[in-house]
């Protein structure tokens, strides 16, 4: 998932940036993911800290249920 998300991210990029060839509507959207990668790192920092990832992660998803 790690790597995952900077090959997602770029290929937004170009298929933003040969859609619209507005660089700033991709340096806005490069901020966006910046603001969701930041939450979602805290996410599995608390995972790795519990030592119980899956045991966590099933609690969460049976709560947002």
Do not use: H, N
């Not at 790690?2 to 940036?17: H, K, Q």
């Not at 040969?18 to 603001?35: C, F, N, P, R, Y």
């Not at 899956?54 to 609690?59: I, K």
Request: proline share 3%; aromatic share 14%.
């Amino acid at each position: 998932m790690i790597a995952s998300l900077p090959v997602t991210s770029l290929l937004a990029f170009i298929r933003l940036y040969l859609e619209t060839g507005d660089g700033l509507k991709v340096a806005a959207l490069s901020w966006q993911i910046i603001g969701l990668v930041i939450p979602s790192l805290a996410f599995f920092a608390v995972l790795a800290v519990t030592g119980d990832g899956y045991g966590l992660t099933l609690y969460v998803v049976r709560f947002f249920r």
